[in-house]
């Protein structure tokens, strides 16, 4: 039962346009949600996050947008760089346990 | 943000043998760390949580007796593969939660690839 979920696996955009990435999430009791970056071999590297008590968080080129009626959240970067290209995801907690919902990730390419 | 570190960052052993992972939060007290297994192409999958000065809380599934967690100190976290197969190859990643950053934020480490042959 997958709780965060990335339906796009990848996702291509032109370097200098706006990259739009999306989470679905089915926990209503999901009260804080993040997004992070990876590269092969690396670790993930936290991104930015929102509260839900908020429904957007901007941080430089990085907007995080959260309709919590349709329980579903987006990444916006703009303007995209190439290197913005790795894989991203989704994650969730319901601060009871502190632990990290993740979704499968979505690879983004940015070309030039 | 907060600096975490894993070492080694990969290891090669032979079946049957003990593997140890070191995770550190290097500039901030981590009372909660956390450990993951990454498959090629999947996402992160928790197999741990470790709570300093207690047991570690084990996700369904993930052997206690295989994946031994000690989190003997505020910056230091280790995992255990014990008797170690081929099927336990893969991407190991700790985090920790850094209590004076957003609220449920975990910084990861850079990752421990195993290989068992």
């Known amino acids: 039962d997958q709780q965060v979920k990335q339906n796009s696996p990848s996702l291509s955009v032109q370097e200098g346009r706006i990259s739009i990435l999306n989470c679905d999430y089915t926990n209503s009791m999901f009260d804080y949600f993040l997004w992070y970056k990876k590269y092969p071999a690396e670790g993930p590297t936290f991104l930015i996050s929102i509260s839900s008590i908020k429904d957007k968080n901007e941080d430089g080129r990085f907007t995080v947008f959260l309709n919590k009626s349709a329980k579903h959240l987006s990444l916006h970067i703009v303007p995209s760089q190439p290197g913005d290209s790795a894989v991203y995801f989704c994650a969730a907690s319901d601060g009871g346990y502190n632990k990290l919902i993740f979704g499968a990730g979505t690879r983004l390419a940015v070309h030039p | 943000g907060a600096v975490v570190s894993q070492h080694p960052s990969w290891v090669i052993c032979k079946s049957g043998t003990s593997v140890k992972i070191e995770c550190r939060s290097l500039d901030f007290q981590a009372t909660t760390m956390f450990w993951y297994r990454q498959f090629p192409k999947q996402s992160l999958m928790l197999m741990a949580t470790s709570n300093e000065g207690s047991k570690a809380t084990y996700e369904q599934g993930v052997e206690k007796d295989k994946f031994l967690i000690n989190h003997a100190s505020l910056t230091l976290s280790t995992l255990t593969v014990t008797s170690a197969h081929p099927e336990d190859s893969s991407f190991y990643i700790c985090?920790?939660?850094?209590?004076?950053?957003?609220?449920?934020?975990?910084?990861f480490g850079p990752g421990t690839r195993l290989t068992v042959l």
């Open positions: 985090s920790a939660r850094d209590p004076g950053q957003g609220k449920d934020t975990q910084y």
